[in-house]
């Protein structure tokens, strides 16, 4: 079992940063591959970003490429996204998630567990 808490969400301009995390619990948290889904208003959840287990492979969805970057740190059981020039369509409630498969997966379905979401909004 693993729970995961999401923080960092919050207010910023249109061109600002924000740095997301998510704590893990559980011993296992390094065989998991993680990941940031986001659901705005209206929409469906989203893929941002995952990573592997061991942190060496990333894949992002392509509206995030070059301004978004997720990073982990197993020996404190947690994933951050740093997230620069940021855009008013990047408001949302930001989910972290965990995966079973350890590999590089993007697919809601492929995640197990997911934290409560923190909120991101982007003023233009």
């Known amino acids: 079992q693993v729970q995961l808490v999401e923080s960092g969400g919050g207010l910023v301009q249109a061109g600002g940063s924000l740095r997301l995390s998510c704590a893990a619990s559980?011993?296992?948290?390094?065989?998991?591959?993680m990941g940031w889904f986001r659901q705005a208003p209206g929409k469906e959840r989203e893929f941002v970003a995952t990573?592997?287990?061991?942190?060496?492979?990333?894949r992002y969805t392509d509206s995030v490429k070059g301004r978004f970057t997720i990073s982990r740190d197993n020996a404190k059981n947690t994933v951050h996204l740093q997230m620069n020039s940021l855009k008013p369509e990047d408001t949302a409630l930001y989910y972290c998630?965990?995966?079973?498969?350890?590999?590089?997966?993007?697919?809601?379905?492929?995640?197990?567990?997911w934290g409560q979401g923190t909120q991101v909004t982007v003023s233009s």
């Open positions: 559980g011993r296992t948290f390094s065989s998991y591959a």
């Open positions: 990573i592997n287990w061991i942190g060496d492979s990333t």
């Open positions: 998630a965990a995966s079973r498969f350890g590999g590089v997966v993007v697919t809601p379905r492929s995640f197990d567990y």
